[in-house]
């Protein structure tokens, strides 16, 4: 444990009491550490998962009744470091699920092997998993503070480097809370780069592509407490838009599909009438889509962009005595769900930052934490950002066909893109190239580890290489839009 001169324990503030934020504050707390979670909206109900559902309302996250997944890859770093979180999850109605479920009977895959539980994770929606690690958090000794605006940095009014350093937040009630260390994990829109300019600081170079996509999501509920049958893989990608099966607790499921931010005719989808129908049109959700009973409408989400914030600039922190993790410093495409798993991640990189080079030596801990981030996360984020851009373009040349025809085949020259269409279309016809999808496509290891297993590039170029269209069967936009039309 870390103590001031005075021989107390660090303080540290962290903002925003998201899955991330929680996660890094219990991470922090259990090295000792003096934690003071702040939140500006209220709290949950307290300790039954339907009533999270039913009754917490949380308006400062716009996502937080869209679908959401904790991969295995968040799982298991749960199990981990923070095990009473698992139990608190499990408590409020978290149920195991294995990723590959829906795959493993496929003639090609050959059922189960040993270690296929490492594709376990928990199924819950966004409300059951923040009153899940919220519970934990304060069993964890962390100080919850809910109600808590923060409107600006406290900073050191003589700084030894004339680089601002943050010593506090000032909250909306007039409050000063001093801090040894501030963490920002308030989400994809957080204020910290304007706070930081208002006392001083050099802006952060903030990149954010102007296009993003759409979310159109709904959720359902089985009369008995029973789920569909599991897809092979949750996420699919067909003529137009993407769709996702998201499984939760209490016999719930969410489905979700996500279009180009660019395609107005999709924008019908937020009608449940035509909703229901285009679901139905694809085999992988048809099913989840009529097994059980609606339980919402369509919830619509924009605002999905790839952002980055680069928080060195020049080689010069632009302020010491701050550091962001999650969808604060860098956001990932939600259509792959690795917004929670990455945030959990960020919260143990910082974790171990903080391990290695202290508190005392305060732009030393700016910089490894910023190179370290960018080392171990940045790769994930930036391929989410360029794949997203091929994805956009890929979109655009299938609303440009129509009415002239129904099939395109989107080209590039990047290898990167050209290998992630061939294991796709490879991932179901041979066990060892599924377990590499499913081993990158669960957080629990990177492309290169995966794909460097004897033999798995090779099979995936040879049951994938050159393949066009989609591997799973969906309508062509023609008949989408015939769909959407429809009366």
């Given amino acids: 444990m870390r103590t001031t001169k005075e021989g107390r324990p660090m303080h540290v503030v962290v903002l925003g009491a998201g899955p991330t934020g929680t996660t890094a504050a219990m991470l922090l707390a259990r090295e000792g550490h003096r934690v003071t979670l702040l939140d500006k909206d209220s709290g949950g109900p307290g300790t039954d998962g339907e009533q999270a559902w039913d009754q917490w309302r949380r308006p400062g996250v716009n996502q937080f009744r869209h679908p959401h997944i904790m991969l295995p890859g968040g799982y298991q770093l749960l199990s981990r470091e923070l095990p009473d979180a698992i139990t608190e999850l499990r408590a409020l109605g978290a149920r195991t699920h294995n990723m590959l479920d829906g795959a493993f009977d496929l003639a090609a895959i050959g059922g189960r092997k040993p270690g296929d539980e490492r594709f376990d994770t928990l199924a819950a929606r966004r409300p059951v998993i923040e009153q899940g690690l919220g519970n934990a958090a304060a069993r964890a000794g962390v100080t919850v503070r809910r109600d808590t605006p923060v409107t600006g940095f406290l900073t050191d009014p003589t700084p030894t480097s004339g680089i601002p350093h943050i010593t506090g937040v000032l909250t909306a009630q007039g409050e000063e809370i001093h801090a040894d260390l501030v963490v920002d994990a308030l989400g994809r829109n957080s204020p910290a780069s304007k706070m930081l300019t208002e006392v001083g600081a050099v802006a952060p170079v903030y990149d954010k592509h102007e296009t993003g996509f759409l979310a159109y999501s709904r959720y359902f509920r089985s009369a008995d407490g029973s789920y569909p049958e599991q897809a092979t893989w949750p996420l699919e990608h067909h003529n137009s838009l993407g769709l996702t099966t998201v499984p939760g607790e209490a016999g719930t499921w969410a489905l979700a599909l996500f279009v180009s931010a660019k395609d107005r005719a999709l924008r019908a989808l937020s009608d449940p009438a035509v909703w229901q129908r285009v679901a139905a049109l694809y085999p992988g959700m048809s099913h989840w889509a009529s097994y059980g009973e609606p339980i919402t409408g369509v919830l619509a989400m924009s605002g999905m962009e790839s952002r980055h914030r680069s928080f060195v600039v020049d080689g010069k922190p632009v302020a010491t005595g701050l550091l962001s993790v999650g969808d604060a410093w860098a956001t990932t495409n939600p259509t792959f769900g690795f917004g929670l798993t990455m945030g959990m991640s960020h919260g143990l990189l910082l974790r171990d930052v903080l391990r290695e080079v202290g508190f005392g030596d305060r732009e030393k801990l700016a910089l490894r934490f910023d190179e370290i981030t960018n080392a171990t996360l940045g790769p994930t984020q930036r391929a989410s950002a ?11 040349l299938e609303i440009e066909s129509i009415p002239y025809q129904d099939t395109v085949t989107y080209r590039t020259d990047d290898p990167d ?16 190239v599924l377990r590499a999808f499913g081993d990158v496509g669960s957080g629990l290891a990177g492309p290169e580890e995966a794909l460097a297993r004897p033999g798995v590039l090779d099979r995936i170029m040879d049951l994938g290489g050159g393949a066009t269209g989609y591997p799973e069967p969906g309508p062509s936009r023609a008949e989408l839009l015939t769909a959407i039309g429809a009366k």
Wanted: proline share 4%; aromatic share 12%.
């Fill in 386 to 396: 360029a794949w997203d851009l091929h994805r956009l373009a890929q979109i655009d």
């Fill in 417 to 432: 893109w050209n290998l992630r269409q061939a294991l796709e279309a490879a991932k179901l016809w041979d066990p060892d």
